[in-house]
C-alpha cells in the first residue's frame, strides 16, 4: 500500500511503565521535588503578573528624544545630500578644466604654400576645403541659413550640368526639368510621370532651389494632378507658403508611392523622411529640418566638417569656433573662419540667450583667437608678414586690447618701433614692462621718457650689483644718465672689476653725497673696498671707508671686517 506523505502523525507521550507499588511511590516523590516552589501556600489565589511603574513619563523628556532624532535624520539627509553636490561639483569642475585645456591646446601646421596663402584673397583654392569656404562666405556675408543651403543646391546643379556636358548656360526654372530627367531613375524613385513630366521630382528640386513662385505656377498649371488626383496638396502647401505652418489633409501616400511625393507629404506633416535617394546629402537634411523648424543635432555627425556646417545651420556659433580650433582644417581656412566667428557681435549665440553672457563668451573668443594668431605668427619666417597680422588685428578694437599681453608674451618689443602699430598698443606695452619686466624695454629706449629710462637703469644696475650677475653686452651703460643711474653704474663697474681707480670714480669717496639711500649697496661691496685699499696702502680710502661705516650704520658683518690689524694700519 502506498504511503500517503500528507498525513501527520498524532502527538503521543510514551506511556510510563511503573513496575510495582515502590516505583510508582519513587516517581511520585521526583515530580513533588520537581515542583517544590510551587507547593501549596506558596502561590497567591490572585497573581499579579503587572507591576505599576515608579517613574513618573516626562513629555518634555520624550519630545526632546523625538526632536533629537530628527535632527539627526535631517543632518545625515544633508550630508548625503551635500557630498552628493561636491561631488558633481568636482566633476563639474574637472570636466570644464578638461574642456578649456581642450580648447586652447591648439596647434598650428604650415606646408609650403601657407605662407603666401594667408595674405591672398581667401577662396576654395586657398581653403583646400569648397565646402569651409562656403562656410566662410556664409558668416561673413550674414546669409541666412536657407538661403545659403538653396545657393548651395544652385552651385551642386551647375557642376552637375558642367559633368553631364549637357548646357552651358543655365537658365532657371527651365533647366529643372532636364536636371530631374538626368539626374533621377524613374525605377529606384519610382517616380510618377504626368504629361510626360515627373511633377514631384520637380516640386521637390524647385522646393531646394527657394523658387517659390515657380511651384505657384507650376500648381497653377496643374492643378487637377496635384488637387484632384493627390488629394488637396498644392491647397495645403500653398499654405504653408503663406504662413510658414506645416498642415496637411486628405492626402494619401503609401510606401509604394513616389519618393518624392513621399518626401513632400511627409515634410506637410511636420516630418523629415528618412529617404535616402530623395534626401541623398546633409544639405538635404539639414535644409528639410529647418524648414520644419525642428532643433538640428549636431553630435549625430561624426565628421568635423558636417559637424561644423550642422553648427552654424543651427546658430551655434561658440560650438563652431570650439570646432574650428580643435579641428585639423587647413590652417588658412581655420584663421579666416576663427577670424569672421570671433569678430562679429551680430551673430549671437542662439544657445546663449543671455546678453552679458554672451559679451563675456565674445571677449574670450577674442582672446583666443588673437592667441591663435600669434602662434601663427610665431611660425612666419618673413618680418613685414608678421607685422601685416599684427596690423590686421589692432584694426579691430575688441583684438586691440590683447595685442600688448601677446608682443611681450611672444617676444615681439621691437614691433614697438614700427610707426603701423597704434601710440595706444606702445604705451599699454610700455606701462605693462615697467611693471614686470624692465629689461626687455632696453630694446626700445628710444620710445621712453628720460625718466622711465633713468628708472629702467637703476634697477637693473642695483640688482646686477646685489646678485653678482652681470648685464648682458649689449646694454650700453653710458646711456645711463641722471644722477642716481651714473653713481650706480660706478658701482656696479667697481664691483666686477675691483681696482683703487674704480673705487675712486664712486660715490664712496665723495663726501658731499648722502650714502643713505645706496647703504645695501654699500654692505655688498664693502669688503671688496677694504680688500684693495689693503692691496694698494691707502690710508686715506681706508679712513674714508671706517668713517662711512658709522655715519650709515653698516651691518655687523661690515663691522667684524674693521679688526685691531685694519685700525692700526689706518
Same mark, same amino acid.
Given at each position: 500500500?502506498?504511503? $500517503?506523505?500528507?498525513?501527520? =502523525?498524532? !502527538?503521543?507521550?510514551k506511556p510510563i511503565d511503573i513496575n510495582n507499588i515502590t516505583h510508582f511511590i519513587t516517581l511520585l516523590k521526583i515530580k513533588q521535588e520537581a515542583y517544590t516552589e510551587f507547593s501549596e501556600g506558596t502561590v497567591s489565589e490572585y497573581p499579579c503578573f503587572f507591576d505599576q511603574k515608579k517613574d513618573i513619563l516626562s513629555t518634555e523628556s520624550i519630545h526632546r528624544g523625538y526632536m533629537d532624532k530628527k535632527v539627526i535624520e535631517i543632518y545625515s539627509k544633508m550630508k548625503v545630500s551635500f557630498l552628493d553636490q561636491v561631488e558633481k561639483s568636482m566633476i563639474q569642475f574637472i570636466n570644464n578644466k578638461k574642456s578649456e585645456f581642450e580648447f586652447l591646446n591648439f596647434k598650428v601646421f604650415f606646408d609650403d604654400t601657407t605662407e603666401n596663402d594667408l595674405?591672398?584673397?581667401?577662396?576654395?583654392?586657398?581653403f583646400s576645403d569648397e565646402l569651409l569656404f562656403d562656410c566662410f562666405t556664409f558668416l561673413k556675408n550674414?546669409?541666412?541659413p536657407i538661403k545659403f543651403l538653396e545657393n548651395g543646391f544652385k552651385r551642386h546643379m551647375v557642376k552637375f550640368f558642367e559633368t553631364q556636358q549637357e548646357k552651358e548656360n543655365i537658365s532657371y526654372p527651365d533647366c529643372v526639368q532636364d536636371y530631374v530627367r538626368l539626374k533621377y531613375s524613374t525605377t529606384a524613385a519610382n517616380m510618377a510621370v504626368y504629361e510626360g513630366r515627373y511633377l514631384w521630382a520637380e516640386i521637390y528640386v524647385l522646393f531646394r532651389l527657394g523658387m517659390y513662385n515657380e511651384i505657384k505656377g507650376l500648381f497653377a498649371k496643374f492643378n487637377t494632378f496635384f488637387n484632384k488626383i493627390n488629394g488637396e496638396f498644392a491647397t495645403y502647401f500653398l499654405q504653408y507658403l503663406n504662413s510658414g505652418v506645416n498642415t496637411v489633409g486628405k492626402v494619401n501616400c503609401n510606401e509604394r508611392d513616389d519618393k518624392f511625393k513621399i518626401v513632400m507629404v511627409g515634410f506637410l506633416e511636420g516630418n523629415v523622411v528618412n529617404e535616402p535617394y530623395v534626401i541623398s546629402s546633409v544639405e538635404d537634411y539639414l535644409f528639410m529640418l529647418l524648414h520644419n523648424t525642428k532643433k538640428i543635432d549636431t553630435s549625430v555627425f561624426m565628421n568635423p566638417r558636417i559637424e561644423f556646417l550642422a553648427s552654424l545651420m543651427a546658430g551655434s556659433y561658440q560650438k563652431a569656433f570650439k570646432l574650428v580650433l580643435r579641428s585639423e582644417f587647413n590652417i588658412v581656412a581655420k584663421f579666416h573662419l576663427l577670424n569672421v566667428l570671433s569678430y562679429s557681435i551680430d551673430l549671437v549665440d542662439s544657445e546663449i540667450p543671455d546678453r552679458e553672457l554672451a559679451d563675456k563668451t565674445f571677449r574670450e573668443n577674442c582672446r583666443v583667437f588673437c592667441?591663435?594668431?600669434?602662434?601663427?605668427? $610665431?611660425?612666419?619666417?618673413?618680418?613685414?608678414y608678421k607685422l601685416n597680422l599684427v596690423e590686421m588685428l589692432q584694426d579691430n578694437n575688441d583684438y586691440a586690447n590683447y595685442i600688448p599681453e601677446?608682443?611681450?608674451?611672444?617676444? !615681439?618689443?621691437?614691433?614697438?618701433?614700427e610707426d603701423v602699430i597704434k601710440n595706444k598698443i606702445k604705451e599699454r606695452i610700455i606701462t605693462e614692462l615697467i611693471g614686470t619686466d624692465k629689461k626687455k624695454l632696453l630694446k626700445i629706449l628710444q620710445y621712453l621718457d628720460d625718466s622711465v629710462i633713468e628708472g629702467i637703469f637703476e634697477d637693473l644696475l642695483e640688482q646686477a650689483i646685489l646678485t653678482d650677475h652681470k648685464l648682458p653686452q649689449n646694454i650700453n651703460l653710458s646711456k645711463a644718465e641722471g644722477k642716481k643711474a651714473e653713481d650706480l653704474r660706478d658701482l656696479y663697474i667697481f664691483n666686477f672689476e675691483p681696482s683703487i681707480s674704480n673705487l675712486k670714480s664712486t660715490i664712496l669717496v665723495d663726501p658731499t653725497i648722502d650714502l643713505r639711500p645706496y647703504k645695501f649697496i654699500i654692505e655688498h661691496v664693502f669688503?671688496? =673696498?677694504?680688500?684693495?685699499?689693503? #692691496?694698494?696702502? $691707502?690710508?686715506?680710502?681706508?679712513?674714508?671707508?671706517? #668713517?662711512i661705516n658709522g655715519k650709515i650704520d653698516l651691518n655687523e658683518e661690515c663691522s667684524s671686517l674693521l679688526t685691531n690689524d685694519f685700525l692700526m694700519f689706518i
Amino acid at each position: 500500500m502506498k504511503r $500517503d506523505n500528507r498525513k501527520i =502523525a498524532p !502527538l503521543v507521550y510514551k506511556p510510563i511503565d511503573i513496575n510495582n507499588i515502590t516505583h510508582f511511590i519513587t516517581l511520585l516523590k521526583i515530580k513533588q521535588e520537581a515542583y517544590t516552589e510551587f507547593s501549596e501556600g506558596t502561590v497567591s489565589e490572585y497573581p499579579c503578573f503587572f507591576d505599576q511603574k515608579k517613574d513618573i513619563l516626562s513629555t518634555e523628556s520624550i519630545h526632546r528624544g523625538y526632536m533629537d532624532k530628527k535632527v539627526i535624520e535631517i543632518y545625515s539627509k544633508m550630508k548625503v545630500s551635500f557630498l552628493d553636490q561636491v561631488e558633481k561639483s568636482m566633476i563639474q569642475f574637472i570636466n570644464n578644466k578638461k574642456s578649456e585645456f581642450e580648447f586652447l591646446n591648439f596647434k598650428v601646421f604650415f606646408d609650403d604654400t601657407t605662407e603666401n596663402d594667408l595674405f591672398t584673397e581667401p577662396s576654395a583654392s586657398s581653403f583646400s576645403d569648397e565646402l569651409l569656404f562656403d562656410c566662410f562666405t556664409f558668416l561673413k556675408n550674414q546669409i541666412p541659413p536657407i538661403k545659403f543651403l538653396e545657393n548651395g543646391f544652385k552651385r551642386h546643379m551647375v557642376k552637375f550640368f558642367e559633368t553631364q556636358q549637357e548646357k552651358e548656360n543655365i537658365s532657371y526654372p527651365d533647366c529643372v526639368q532636364d536636371y530631374v530627367r538626368l539626374k533621377y531613375s524613374t525605377t529606384a524613385a519610382n517616380m510618377a510621370v504626368y504629361e510626360g513630366r515627373y511633377l514631384w521630382a520637380e516640386i521637390y528640386v524647385l522646393f531646394r532651389l527657394g523658387m517659390y513662385n515657380e511651384i505657384k505656377g507650376l500648381f497653377a498649371k496643374f492643378n487637377t494632378f496635384f488637387n484632384k488626383i493627390n488629394g488637396e496638396f498644392a491647397t495645403y502647401f500653398l499654405q504653408y507658403l503663406n504662413s510658414g505652418v506645416n498642415t496637411v489633409g486628405k492626402v494619401n501616400c503609401n510606401e509604394r508611392d513616389d519618393k518624392f511625393k513621399i518626401v513632400m507629404v511627409g515634410f506637410l506633416e511636420g516630418n523629415v523622411v528618412n529617404e535616402p535617394y530623395v534626401i541623398s546629402s546633409v544639405e538635404d537634411y539639414l535644409f528639410m529640418l529647418l524648414h520644419n523648424t525642428k532643433k538640428i543635432d549636431t553630435s549625430v555627425f561624426m565628421n568635423p566638417r558636417i559637424e561644423f556646417l550642422a553648427s552654424l545651420m543651427a546658430g551655434s556659433y561658440q560650438k563652431a569656433f570650439k570646432l574650428v580650433l580643435r579641428s585639423e582644417f587647413n590652417i588658412v581656412a581655420k584663421f579666416h573662419l576663427l577670424n569672421v566667428l570671433s569678430y562679429s557681435i551680430d551673430l549671437v549665440d542662439s544657445e546663449i540667450p543671455d546678453r552679458e553672457l554672451a559679451d563675456k563668451t565674445f571677449r574670450e573668443n577674442c582672446r583666443v583667437f588673437c592667441m591663435f594668431v600669434f602662434k601663427i605668427i $610665431d611660425k612666419l619666417t618673413l618680418y613685414h608678414y608678421k607685422l601685416n597680422l599684427v596690423e590686421m588685428l589692432q584694426d579691430n578694437n575688441d583684438y586691440a586690447n590683447y595685442i600688448p599681453e601677446f608682443i611681450i608674451k611672444h617676444n !615681439l618689443i621691437e614691433m614697438v618701433k614700427e610707426d603701423v602699430i597704434k601710440n595706444k598698443i606702445k604705451e599699454r606695452i610700455i606701462t605693462e614692462l615697467i611693471g614686470t619686466d624692465k629689461k626687455k624695454l632696453l630694446k626700445i629706449l628710444q620710445y621712453l621718457d628720460d625718466s622711465v629710462i633713468e628708472g629702467i637703469f637703476e634697477d637693473l644696475l642695483e640688482q646686477a650689483i646685489l646678485t653678482d650677475h652681470k648685464l648682458p653686452q649689449n646694454i650700453n651703460l653710458s646711456k645711463a644718465e641722471g644722477k642716481k643711474a651714473e653713481d650706480l653704474r660706478d658701482l656696479y663697474i667697481f664691483n666686477f672689476e675691483p681696482s683703487i681707480s674704480n673705487l675712486k670714480s664712486t660715490i664712496l669717496v665723495d663726501p658731499t653725497i648722502d650714502l643713505r639711500p645706496y647703504k645695501f649697496i654699500i654692505e655688498h661691496v664693502f669688503r671688496k =673696498a677694504l680688500h684693495v685699499c689693503k #692691496e694698494s696702502k $691707502d690710508k686715506e680710502i681706508s679712513r674714508i671707508l671706517f #668713517e662711512i661705516n658709522g655715519k650709515i650704520d653698516l651691518n655687523e658683518e661690515c663691522s667684524s671686517l674693521l679688526t685691531n690689524d685694519f685700525l692700526m694700519f689706518i
